[in-house]
């Protein structure tokens, strides 16, 4: 099949259901692999006192992990950074990059690092750094340390943005929502922070779906490359 294997980064367990829920369920309906990578903890997401970072970060490895298998994700990769603390770097450039060309993923879905007020510092470090390392895997002078172990150069074909200002790929996913907010209501720690989230998803997808003229829809941003 054409574009077999995609690859969703992204900066928090949840971020992938709440960006692409729908979407990612319609690729495993028609047989695709997804898999996703998870690179912080989300060690900072509660409003709970009580509960430690250290607990909480175990909980929500737990939940991301119930929500992949509910929507058919074949594989999660946690990175495990410190919630709330990643930066566009080169040391980060390279572990995305060592994974796409381990992966040799031919879609990558992530954060539109360039939407308007993006204000989570993580949602914009992912979406740069995953931007910057599908160059860096592309091109074989680029990390030779990788090629020299093996790890042949690769170039994803698209990039799909989650969520962006001028979305130019609508996706229809009336037939998913219902496995997407299945999905959702796995990430039990975050529920109590949004009281109403299901409402908002529900809106959320229909003001998308009127754009696309569709019912419900996701939104994203395609770059061929
Ligand atoms: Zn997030």
Known sequence: MELQRIMVIMAHPDDAELGCGGTIANWVKEGREVQYVICTNGDKGTKDMELSPHRLAQVREEEQLKAAKALGVKH???????????????AFRSELALLIRQHKPHIIATHDPWRPYLLHPDHRAVGFTASDAVIAARDHLFLPAQTGA???????????????????????ITGTLDKKLQALA??????????????????????????GNMEY?????????
């Open 76 to 90: 999660v990769t946690f990175l495990r950074h410190r919630d709330g603390e990643l930066e566009v770097s080169l």
């Open 150 to 172: 093996g790890f042949d150069p690769h170039s994803p074909r698209e990039i799909h943005y989650t969520y962006p200002d001028n979305p130019d790929l609508f996706v229809d």
């Open 186 to 211: 796995l990430h039990e720690s975050q529920l109590a922070i949004h009281p109403n989230w299901r409402e908002v998803i529900i809106d959320r997808a229909r003001e998308c779906g009127e754009k």
């Open 217 to 225: 829809a996701e939104i994203f941003k395609r770059v061929v490359l």
